[in-house]
């Protein structure tokens, strides 16, 4: 059962354009949510997180949206630049457990 | 070190062989964590290490996979015996404890494995 999802395996995004990327979950007890991003041949890097007492949060060009009642979170980021070519994970955490639960990633790519 | 490094960056290995990979933390941090990535396929956790405590090895496969810490430092993922189901993108994070949920961990690059 899986209790982070991303639905789009793949997402193509103009440069300059805005890029959103989704993240659905199922477990009411994850209370922090994070994005991470990943290069081909890198490890994931960290990116941006959510508390969920919290329904934005701001870096930059990254903002994260977190809709409690739907369960729902989404990366928004403006402007895209072909270095944002990545993939995307989503990643969740209880406060009371030490893993993250991870999404199976979408992968970006910002066309020129 | 800076970062977690990982090594071999690549294995190739012939099916019923035995590997060893290796994760060197970043310098300070308690807690280790092995995940693996299958082809399309998210981070599936195998085990975590935190400071003297004993493991979680609730993500471990099978009994053909196991790992060590030595000297909360250092750490070693031997897949016995592999087949070609263990053929994937094998990840060592580690962190801070108290700090996962708002920083995540911090991921070395990983060992390919590929089992022919």
């Known amino acids: 059962d899986q209790q982070v999802k991303q639905n789009s395996p793949s997402l193509s995004v103009q440069e300059g354009r805005i890029s959103i990327l989704n993240c659905d979950y199922t477990n009411s007890m994850f209370d922090y949510f994070l994005w991470y991003k990943k290069y081909p041949a890198e490890g994931p890097t960290f990116l941006i997180s959510?508390?969920?007492i919290k329904d934005k949060n701001e870096d930059g060009r990254f903002t994260v949206f977190l809709n409690k009642s739907a369960k729902h979170l989404s990366l928004h980021i403006v402007p895209s630049q072909p270095g944002d070519s990545a993939v995307y994970f989503c990643a969740a955490s209880a406060v009371s457990n030490y893993q993250l639960i991870w999404g199976a990633g979408t992968k970006l790519i910002i066309k020129p | 070190g800076a970062g977690v490094s990982q090594s071999p960056s690549n294995k190739v290995t012939e099916k019923g062989k035995d590997v060893e990979l290796r994760c060197d933390p970043i310098s300070g941090h308690t807690a280790l964590y092995w995940y693996r990535q299958s082809l399309g396929q998210g981070l599936e956790f195998l085990i975590y290490f935190q400071g003297n405590s004993a493991p979680d090895k609730s993500g471990l496969p099978s009994d053909r996979f196991s790992a060590e810490r030595t000297g909360g430092s250092v750490s070693t993922l031997t897949i016995q015996r592999t087949q070609q189901e263990d053929s994937a993108v094998y990840l060592c994070?580690?962190?801070?404890?108290?700090?996962?949920?708002?920083?995540?961990?911090?991921f070395g690059s990983g060992t390919r494995l590929t089992v022919v």
């Open positions: 959510i508390s969920s």
């Open positions: 994070a580690s962190s801070l404890p108290g700090q996962i949920s708002v920083y995540g961990y911090t």
